[in-house]
């Protein structure tokens, strides 16, 4: 059975405990800064001009400069995914009728702190609740 959008929720990954283990190892000293605030140049590019504003200090720099970039991959989309610029946009790949797999990403705009945050799918048929009760 393919999985669609209707079935996300079972699909869902959410990073932050590993983001939790991993900024506690920075605390205890077993990871440097350089391995915590790596972000690639196109990863910074896309932080400054498309990401979208967090409310919330970056967890190593505390700078004001965290924001979220999300990728998103699947049919018809470039090899190396495409990267979401507006809430258009993002409207738009979640009503296609295939699915695709979306990545989110903190970024520090000032430190180059990344983590991803979570991955889930997008768009895809949906099921309504009396196709749910036979699978």
């Keep these: 059975m393919r999985l669609t959008q209707a079935a996300a929720g079972s699909s869902d990954i959410d990073y ?4 939790a283990t991993v900024l506690q190892a920075w605390r205890d000293g077993k ?8 972000a690639q140049l196109e ?3 896309n932080a400054e001009f498309c ?6 200090p970056c967890p ?4 004001l400069e965290l924001v979220e970039v999300t990728y ?14 507006t809430t258009k946009e993002m409207i738009r790949l979640k009503a296609r009728k295939q699915t695709s797999q979306a990545y989110a990403v903190e970024v520090c705009k000032r430190c180059g702190w990344n983590h991803l945050l979570k991955s889930y799918l997008l768009g895809g048929t949906r099921l309504d609740s009396a196709d749910k009760v036979g699978t």
């Design 60 to 63: 190593v720099c505390e700078a």
């Design 31 to 38: 990871v440097g800064v350089a391995e915590l605030c790596d």
């Design 72 to 85: 998103v991959f699947g049919p018809r989309l470039p090899s190396h995914g495409r990267c979401v610029t």
């Design 51 to 56: 990401g979208k504003s967090i409310d919330s």
């Design 43 to 45: 990863l910074r590019r």
């Design 16 to 19: 932050r405990l590993l983001r």
